[in-house]
């Protein structure tokens, strides 16, 4: 009976392009949301519908036709329990550079970049056959081999009993906007490293201004003891030492003062 079938459209808005990353992760959050939610209908596992390149998914296990349309920026990607794909939608092959025929029946491993270690992918894995939501950004590497950030929701779809039959990834490319954030940290850990080398500058700058005056003094009444001091004793060799050992040091005195200015 075709009445038990209801006809779900997941189209995302256009406007997602503009908003930031933290709205995004809510938007894709509510998508997953509404995909795991059990439906009460019994029937095989989902079919491809043929005849396009980009074929609907039936989904009559839940009771419902999901139909992920070629409209938007976020990339679909439905694999079997097994993890081996069953279906992406045409913006993923604007992300990935893979056409279905070659990613169908293979397991998502080969997006691996190479840039996240096996612990990484192991957690991922664990929390959705526990049942749960994973949303986080995956680096993955494109057919070309160049890399893509991915703001990833993945989630398990559930049956009528409970039982996960599915599982399912949402994606979209927002690789330029954590290349502006992550030039955003670098220009502001330059700043922040130019205002404490300035800090340590005028620091610096103070420290050596009241040695210079202490440096006068201890070479002032090296020169009076040398005066006073009795002739041919060893004492004016002593003072002789002390007023170098004071020249050298009111020099790096002035190298510290002109660092500081």
Not at 101 to 125: C, T
Not at 217 to 235: D, F, Q, R, V
Not at 239 to 247: F, H, M, P, Y
Request: charged content about 25%.
């Amino acid at each position: 009976n075709d009445d038990k079938y209801k006809e779900v459209t997941v189209i995302l808005p256009e406007d997602l392009q503009a908003k930031e990353s933290s709205d995004i992760t809510q938007e894709l959050g509510a998508v997953s949301e509404d995909l795991q939610t059990p439906m009460t209908s019994k029937a095989p596992k989902p079919q491809m519908v043929q005849g396009t390149e980009f074929p609907t998914m039936k989904f009559p296990v839940l009771g419902i036709t999901a139909q992920m349309l070629p409209t938007g920026a976020e990339g679909v990607v439905i694999t079997d329990t097994d993890d081996n794909i069953e279906y992406v939608n045409p913006a993923f092959q604007k992300i990935t550079g893979y056409q279905p025929k070659e990613v169908i029946g293979k397991n998502p491993r080969i997006l691996q970049s190479g840039m996240h270690d096996n612990d990484f992918y192991a957690q991922i894995w664990q929390t959705l056959k526990s049942g749960k939501s994973w949303i986080g950004n995956i680096t993955n590497k494109r057919k070309d081999g160049s890399l893509v950030e991915e703001l990833s929701s993945l989630f398990p779809i559930f049956d009528e009993h409970g039982k996960i039959i599915n599982f399912a990834a949402i994606k979209r490319d927002v690789t330029e906007q954590e290349k502006i954030v992550k030039e955003k940290r670098v220009l502001s850990k330059r700043l922040h490293q130019a205002e404490k080398m300035e800090s340590i500058g005028a620091l610096a700058g103070g420290i050596a201004h009241d040695f210079n005056n202490i440096l006068g003094l201890i070479l002032g009444y090296a020169e009076l003891a040398k005066m006073n001091a009795p002739l041919g004793t060893k004492y004016i060799k002593y003072l002789e030492n002390v007023s170098i050992a004071g020249n050298r040091a009111q020099d790096l005195v002035k190298q510290i003062l002109a660092f500081s200015r």
